[in-house]
């Protein structure tokens, strides 16, 4: 068994040739990965449901759009909330993912966590691979394996982030943002 070098705080942005539609340009924030397997959230697909719909008491602290984003095929009906606390330490509630960034405990009260958030955001769902699964997709090369920025998970224009994404690569990647959304129109 070869040894898995950890992706945890990397993107991974879907190249064209990904066929899935669940994840079609979809740009997905790894929030674990081990040799036990990996998970992430998608951040570009923004749902029109508020948060404070299905999450009242976190609503006022959710960042703008202040919508439930679905973070991936697996488990919609769950959420997760992602959150930056600037620091060292985070509050009770708060567990520190890569960076500022980290998973926050939607059954914690909100006041334990407030003084402290800098940026909200709730997802419904999670992409999930087994073990080995998702080493095989990037052997197919259906996905490019990216630094993440701190602002990538909060990008105020969300269905944009693929594109801006690809752009800031300084490599061939960067021409893959003019990729056109069908080809078959050129």
Do not use: K
């Not at 992409?127 to 998702?134: K, S, Y």
């Amino acid at each position: 068994m070869t040894e898995v070098t950890s992706l945890t705080g990397r993107l991974l942005v879907a190249t064209p040739a990904l066929t899935d539609p669940n994840f079609d340009r979809a740009v997905v924030l790894l929030l674990d990965h081990d040799e036990e397997g990996s998970l992430g959230i998608v951040l570009n697909r923004p749902t029109p449901v508020d948060v404070g719909d299905v999450l009242e008491p976190w609503a006022a602290l959710a960042g703008e759009p202040g919508v439930v984003f679905q973070g991936g095929p697996v488990s919609l009906d769950a959420a997760l909330g992602v959150a930056v606390i600037p620091g060292s330490e985070g509050p009770l509630g708060w567990r520190r993912v890569h960076g500022a960034i980290g998973l926050v405990d939607l059954e914690a009260p909100p006041e334990l966590l407030a003084a402290e958030l800098g940026s909200l955001r709730i997802f419904a769902g999670y992409a999930g691979w087994g073990p080995g699964q998702l080493e095989s997709e990037l052997e197919e090369g259906v996905w490019y394996v990216v630094e993440s920025e701190p602002g990538d998970v909060f990008a105020p224009e969300p269905e944009r982030l693929w594109r801006s994404v690809l752009r800031r690569q300084r490599s061939e990647l960067a021409m893959v943002a003019t990729y056109p959304d069908d080809p078959s129109l050129n």
